[in-house]
């Protein structure tokens, strides 16, 4: 439930401070609209985690284990990768 609460405060005050960013940058930005949208999407995300902890507790879990997922994948791939060059290099030497 921390770690809940932590993810909604850091995604209410993140969307707040782009929301502002966009306001005091918007004579040197272009398309200042979308970090509003961004701010907007991040305050919304924020109060729903409040709003619906229980859902927002297994949105989180179910993220977290997606990550965890593809970061082992990435690993993995990059051992495998790296071992090629070990045996590449040291066959040149």
Known sequence: ??????????AIW???FRIIAAIRLRR?????????????????????LFAHPEA????????I????SMFGVLIITF???VR????KAGSSV
């Open 84 to 87: 090629k060059f070990q045996k």
């Open 65 to 68: 284990g997606f990550f965890a």
């Open 14 to 16: 993140s969307g707040l």
């Open 28 to 48: 040197e930005l272009d398309s200042e609209w979308l970090l509003v949208f961004g701010g907007i999407i991040s305050v919304l995300f924020g109060v729903m």
């Open 1 to 10: 439930m921390v770690l809940l609460v932590f993810v909604a405060l850091w």
């Open 79 to 81: 051992g495998i990768k």
């Open 56 to 63: 927002g507790i297994l949105a989180i879990s179910w993220l």
